[in-house]
């Protein structure tokens, strides 16, 4: 439970209700008015309409006949060779686990390139407040450090990093995080070119204006690239395969996959139905295109460097009647191409 001074809140509750759902998108929030403040208790969905596909019960039942739409939040499980969740916000959990074992090796990485295969770019601000030492969950007010996987994975059960908001802390820890976002709709179009990544703070004038949380901005195009990035963190974003991979560090390399890139019929939305454009190709044209992201791995070179590999099913964005035979497919590719990852 959270208490959020009343000033904060407006006492209209649409509004208040409005201003809630915004800042816990994948939450159920509640309100109530008490002496101290606003009382805020958050729940995760226990119904499946939270998650608007049809046929979502059918693709719980195939992770695992236990799994219930509550679960949907906690299901992360590991592959022989790659991690595999529900929800996105997962992601962040397995980079934790690979930071963890390097710098118990001593070989933090200084420089990382992070292949992000998904139909958002997920640069949201999480629910995480600076502290003179590093962050707090702003729902349980515990310690997040991402060389403690345990405290990631807290945060993640808390709803503090979410489906969104799971990149921007690896940006902190990493000091230069090139992300090179393969993206088959509105990004690729809109974004066309070379951004320096910057980190950036923004003021939680929602539950405490008093508190900082992480950011982070795009600025300036740049001129394209090379090996030689100097000091900056990088993003560019493309519609191809082949223009994705192009001119990448010779650096440690994350692969992250949200089958959202190959098809993202609800993206989250209960009128999905109603929107004509949407991103639903048939299930072979997403095999197709799982065929044509590995391909061009393995042409362009980048599978020996690439030391983490998670995917999510993103219930409510990628159909669950797709979830089976997509992940089969990467199965297929990651055990042929014998990408050796630690998940």
């Given at each position: 439970m959270i208490v959020v001074p009343h000033h904060l809140l407006p006492d209209d509750q649409q509004a208040r209700a409005e201003l809630l759902r915004s800042y816990f998108p994948n939450q159920i929030?509640?309100?109530?008015?008490?002496?101290?403040?606003?009382?805020i208790t958050l729940k995760w969905p226990t119904t499946a309409e939270f998650y608007v596909d049809p046929n979502l019960t059918k693709g719980l039942h195939w992770w695992?006949?236990?799994?219930?739409?509550?679960?949907?939040p906690f299901s992360v499980r590991q592959e022989r060779q790659w991690q595999l969740s529900l929800n996105d916000s997962w992601t962040l959990f397995s980079w934790s686990r690979w930071l963890t074992?390097?710098?118990?090796?001593?070989?933090?990485?200084?420089?990382?390139?992070?292949?992000?295969?998904?139909?958002?770019?997920?640069?949201?601000?999480?629910?995480?407040?600076?502290?003179?030492?590093?962050?707090?969950?702003?729902?349980?007010q515990q310690c997040v450090d991402?060389?403690?996987?345990?405290?990631?994975?807290?945060?993640?059960?808390?709803?503090?990093?979410?489906?969104?908001?799971?990149i921007v802390p690896l940006l902190y820890q990493i000091p230069r995080l090139h992300i090179r976002h393969l993206c088959a709709t509105g990004y690729s179009s809109s974004r066309c070119g070379m951004y320096r990544l910057?980190?950036?703070?923004?003021?939680?004038?929602?539950?405490?204006?008093?508190?900082?949380?992480?950011?982070?901005?795009?600025?300036?195009?740049?001129?394209?690239?090379?090996?030689?990035?100097?000091?900056?963190?990088?993003?560019?974003?493309?519609?191809?395969?082949?223009?994705?991979?192009?001119?990448?560090?010779?650096?440690?390399?994350?692969?992250?996959?949200?089958?959202d890139y190959f098809n993202n019929r609800f993206n989250g939305d209960s009128d999905w139905e109603l929107h004509s454009s949407r991103h639903d190709p048939a299930i072979h044209k997403i095999l197709k295109d799982i065929d044509s992201v590995f391909d061009a791995l393995y042409l362009q070179g980048v599978l020996e460097r690439i030391v983490n590999v998670t995917v999510?099913?993103?219930?409510?964005?990628?159909?669950?009647?797709?979830?089976?035979?997509?992940?089969?497919?990467?199965?297929?590719h990651i055990d042929k191409l014998g990408i050796n990852s630690a998940a």
């Open positions: 929030v509640t309100s109530t008015l008490t002496d101290e403040g606003w009382s695992s006949q236990n799994v219930d739409v509550e679960d949907i074992v390097c710098a118990a090796n001593n070989a933090l990485p200084t420089d990382v390139v992070l292949l992000h295969v998904d139909d958002h770019d997920d640069l949201m601000s999480p629910r995480l407040w600076f502290n003179p030492g590093g962050w707090n969950d702003v729902v349980t991402l060389l403690m996987p345990e405290t990631v994975s807290a945060a993640i059960n808390s709803g503090a990093i979410g489906i969104g908001s799971f910057e980190r950036a703070t923004k003021v939680d004038e929602l539950l405490n204006p008093n508190m900082l949380r992480p950011s982070v901005r795009l600025e300036g195009m740049l001129e394209p690239i090379n090996d030689n990035l100097g000091n900056l963190s990088t993003y560019s974003v493309s519609a191809k395969p082949e223009d994705w991979l192009h001119s990448l560090p010779n650096v440690p390399t994350l692969l992250h996959i949200d089958l999510a099913l993103s219930p409510g964005f990628f159909p669950a009647e797709f979830w089976s035979k997509a992940t089969e497919r990467i199965n297929y």
